[in-house]
């Protein structure tokens, strides 16, 4: 049997995401992202082909850098208009009793205490089958719009927040109730023993939280922990803290490498590297048949939109897109960023003179991530070849059409897959935790940092 994969729907609660012009294909359902009978059809779907969870992608901010300007991404929907993804989740808990869900939720303009309940909350309402997705926002818009700020803050400047947001939303949830704290005791009158809730007398360099978290322990009391951190520091953080880490390597050496320097650190700061599970980003196009699926790809890359890849390419670079000749090798052009935005696409084709014009057809369809094409077999042997030689524990399918390429998905993909047994039939525990790391581990484990105030709090009293 093969080692069974964790898969999630990659989404946005938006009218398309990562794919470029997409949305204009009659087939595709992103406009329907306002409507809540949308969502909770496609929670049920998810949860009949036993999908982990879906994992939502979100943005404090908008793209504004092509041209000076967000029209362009307003006219292509490149990640603009967006709904904020966290209101969904009752509703489509309520409809599911497996499925999972990974919400983005920054550390840059948000506070521990008030997350804190929002997520014990969520974790509340969806029996314990919440994440919290961890980024420290890098849109200029949104530090102006949230921050008053013209710039976002330094990277090791949100980072160094976004550690210690981490402490002390843990604290909050691991250390200031304990499991027996609430007593519903009517016939004395006692709802909550109060000598077992305790002030957390946090006092940092970004947060001062001297009192008590307003909820009681929720399922998993801490949300399972995600990031996304690439860079030296985010992979640090990662190693710290995460219990699962979403990458978009472009392709498996790459993978490789990523994953055994995560598991390393991790095992530098004392922590089990099987206790961090790694997902890595995909886009399927999918049908009966490979010729099909080709079909339907070269369909797709009609569509792909120049300008809104150039926007949505413009946001996550920094760069205005828009300065250079779509038809010029960029290798010719002198330009801050220009070297990493290159050195990215060599490793995709080291002969290719990559132009603008290669850049936005790549990346028209499921953005930077590595794009599998094909029917049943092929797609499974390819998503099975990822799992064998990188070691990753799954997958965040991603789409180029909202919610038709995941239906394809599990109508040709999902039982290819269960016949092989790299995915599950069944779930073996209720709680996101334990989909991602076994029966009865629905709570942080004891080498998580967040752990020790579970002791704390105890030893309060």
């Known amino acids: 049997m093969a080692k069974q994969m964790r898969v999630f729907a990659f989404d946005f609660n938006g009218p398309a995401h990562l794919s470029a012009g997409t949305w204009r294909h009659p087939k595709d359902r992103g406009h329907e992202y306002t409507n809540l009978k949308y969502w909770t059809e496609y929670a049920k779907l998810l949860e009949s082909a036993n999908f982990d969870g879906i994992f939502f992608a979100d943005n ?38 497996n499925l999972s869900f990974g919400v983005t939720s920054s550390t840059a303009y948000d506070v521990p205490y008030k997350l804190a309940r929002k997520f014990s909350t969520l974790d509340h309402l969806t029996d314990g089958r919440i994440g919290w997705n961890v ?16 710039q976002v803050a330094a990277h090791a400047d949100r980072y160094n927040r976004a550690e210690e947001f981490i402490d002390v939303a843990t604290r909050l949830w691991e250390g200031s109730w304990e499991d027996d704290a609430v007593v519903v005791d009517k016939e004395n009158g006692v709802y909550v023993d109060p000598s077992k809730v305790h002030d957390i007398n946090y006092e940092g360099t970004h947060f001062s939280v001297p009192g008590i978290h307003q909820c009681e322990p929720s399922p998993q009391r801490t949300p399972v922990i995600f990031q996304a951190g690439g860079s030296p520091r985010g992979v640090e953080l ?34 089990d590297p099987e206790h961090i599970a790694t997902l890595q980003m995909i886009t399927v196009i999918s049908a009966a048949t490979d010729e099909e699926a080709q079909a339907k790809y070269r369909e797709y890359l009609n569509l792909v939109s120049y300008d809104g890849a150039m926007a949505r390419y413009s946001g996550w670079t920094g760069l205005d897109m828009a300065s250079f000749d779509p038809d010029k090798p960029l290798k010719d052009v002198e330009a801050k960023g220009t070297a990493t935005m290159l050195t990215f696409f060599q490793k995709v084709d080291a002969e290719k003179e990559w132009t603008p014009s290669d850049i936005a057809e790549y990346t028209g ?77 629905a709570r942080l484990p004891e080498d998580h940092p967040g752990s020790a105030y579970r002791k704390q709090s105890t030893e309060a009293r």
């Open 60 to 97: 404090d901010g908008y793209h504004e850098n092509y041209k000076g300007s967000v029209a362009d991404s307003l006219k292509d929907a490149a990640q603009i208009p967006t709904n904020d993804p966290a209101y969904l989740i009752p509703a489509m808990a309520a409809v599911t009793e």
């Open 238 to 271: 990662a190693a710290k803290t995460a219990e699962a880490v979403f990458m978009n390597a472009i392709d498996k050496p790459t993978l490789k490498k990523q994953v055994d320097a995560l598991r390393e650190k991790a095992v530098e700061f004392g922590r």
């Open 365 to 441: 369809i499921g953005g930077t991530s590595p794009v599998i094409v094909g029917g049943p077999e092929t797609v499974a042997d390819e998503l099975s070849s990822w799992m064998e030689e990188t070691g990753i524990s799954g997958f965040n399918i991603a789409n180029a059409l909202k919610f038709q390429d995941i239906k394809d998905f599990t109508e040709f993909v999902v039982p290819e897959l269960q016949k092989r047994g790299a995915m599950r039939t069944s779930f073996s525990g209720p709680t996101l935790r334990e989909h991602l790391f076994g029966e009865g581990v």
């Open 135 to 150: 980024v420290t926002s890098y849109s200029t818009a949104a530090a102006r719009n949230l921050a008053n700020q013209e």
